[in-house]
């Protein structure tokens, strides 16, 4: 599954910091990626718009161009490739937001090796399969057609009866995650609660 869903991949990486997009690049190297890193946001919005990676890594603390300025010029939510963001600890908060903002998760400096290859994999794999099965069983559900991909993909899980913890270990996300993309997905369906939320999946999926 590794080399099936990393081997060929361009992964962008958008850090101020050096030591970071050099140790950034040295953990996917063996994995088959291309790794393109970004010291600014200029050159790395260019790119973006340019064409598509099977990932971003972008930091959230960036001069200039702040992470989430970067988000909102890209129009992440509609974003064809999963971006995920990069923060200090100090930084969650402002990871959360940027979650908001269209992120699909956030990663904590200092990092874990083997869980940023890990996390990076699965974003991809799961996005992936949002994208390809389209939310079947679901596209008859009043607001379907607002959510993004990720919202989708959570809603998937969230109607399939997977806790928050469930979800997000399936997803390869936090729980914390998940609630942030539950309470959207909620506001945009009209549902009060996740029951509620169940109900009007279900009986969209067949009028």
Request: some cysteine; charged content about 25%.
């Amino acid at each position: 599954m590794t080399e099936q869903t990393l081997r060929g991949s361009e992964i962008f990486v958008v850090d101020d910091d050096e030591t970071i997009r050099e140790t950034l690049s040295a953990l996917f190297a063996p994995e088959g990626c291309r790794v393109t890193c970004f010291s600014e946001g200029h050159s790395f919005l260019a790119a973006a718009r340019d064409r598509s990676p099977a990932c971003i890594l972008l930091d959230v603390n960036m001069p200039g161009r702040s992470g989430l300025d970067m988000l909102r010029e890209l129009d992440a939510p509609h974003y064809p490739a999963p971006i995920l963001i990069v923060s200090g600890q100090g930084d969650v908060p402002t990871a959360v937001s940027a979650i908001r903002s269209g992120a699909l998760d956030f990663i904590e400096k200092p990092f874990d090796a083997a869980l940023v290859v890990a996390r990076v994999r699965e974003a991809i794999t799961g996005w992936t399969r949002a994208n390809g099965n389209g939310g079947v069983g679901h596209g008859h559900c009043p607001g379907y057609g607002d959510l993004t991909p990720r919202e989708r993909e959570v809603l998937m899980q969230i109607a399939g009866g997977s806790s928050n913890k469930e979800a997000g270990r399936h997803l390869g996300i936090s729980p914390r995650t998940v609630e942030v993309h539950r309470a959207r997905i909620m506001d945009k369906l009209g549902a009060r609660n996740a029951a509620d939320l169940v109900r009007i999946v279900l009986s969209g999926a067949d009028p």
